[in-house]
C-alpha cells in the first residue's frame, strides 16, 4: 500500500499541474492498467475522479477563502474554459463558482486519501 500512498501523494503535490494516469502509476512502479485496477479496489473511486473530486474540492477552498477570480481558478486546475469548470464546479459542489462566497456551508470538501491497511488474526 505504499506505492498507492506514494502516487497519492504525487497527485496531491501536482494537482494544479496536467497530470496523466501514466504519471501517477509511474510513481507506483505500476503498469497504468494494473494501478487504475488497484486504486479501485482499494478507494472505491477512479484515478480521474480521485483527481477531479481533489481540484474541485480546493478550488471551492480558493473561491471562498482567496477570493479569486473564476477564470483564474479554473485556469489552476486544469479546465481549458471557464464554462467546463463552472459545469463541474456546480456537479460537485451544488452551487455556482460565482455563488461560493455567498453560501460557504454548501461547499464540499473531499479530503486528501491516506491508505492504511492491517490484517489480524488467522489460525490460533
Known sequence: M?????AIRYMEEHLTEELSVEDVSNQAFSS?????RMFYLV???TVGEYIRNRR????????????AKVVDVALKYQY???ESFSKAFARFHG???????????????FFPLAIHISIQGGFN
Open 2 to 6: 505504499r506505492s498507492i500512498n506514494r
Open 32 to 36: 497504468s492498467a494494473n494501478f487504475q
Open 43 to 45: 478507494t472505491g473511486i
Open 56 to 67: 474541485l474540492s480546493q478550488a471551492g477552498r480558493d473561491l471562498l477563502l482567496a477570493r
Open 80 to 82: 481549458n474554459t471557464p
Open 95 to 109: 452551487v455556482l463558482p460565482s455563488e461560493a462566497g455567498k453560501c460557504p456551508g454548501q461547499l464540499k470538501y
